[in-house]
Nanobody, 119 residues
């Protein structure tokens, strides 16, 4: 079993930046692909970014390419999402997920952290 705990969300003005963190507790973190998703009120959960177990490959949703960077520190059992040039439409709960496959499905999910971008 793997427990995922997100942090780093908050309120930021449009154009600002935030860095989200997801700490993993349990089995070997470095064996899992990790991903970030987001869910805005009244909308379906949306893929944001993913990273392979070694951190050598990443993929991003077209809507966030160039504004997001996913990276991980396996020594700290943590995956990060750097978010730049934030827009009000980026407001959502951001969730961390982990699984055996780079492209999913992801078996383990965190509770999420709220990101609110004001205009």
């Amino acid at each position: 079993q793997v427990q995922l705990v997100e942090s780093g969300g908050g309120l930021v003005q449009a154009g600002g930046s935030l860095r989200l963190s997801c700490a993993a507790f349990g089995r070997t973190f470095s064996s899992y692909a990790m991903a970030w998703f987001r869910q805005a009120p009244g909308k379906e959960r949306e893929f944001v970014a993913a990273i392979n177990p070694s951190g050598t490959s990443t993929r991003y949703a077209d809507s966030v390419k160039g504004r997001r960077t996913i990276f991980r520190d396996n020594a700290k059992n943590t995956v990060y999402l750097q978010m730049d040039s934030l827009k009000p439409e980026d407001t959502a709960v951001y969730l961390c997920a982990g699984g055996l496959f780079f492209s999913g499905p992801y078996r383990y999910w965190g509770q999420g952290t709220q990101v609110t971008v004001s205009s």
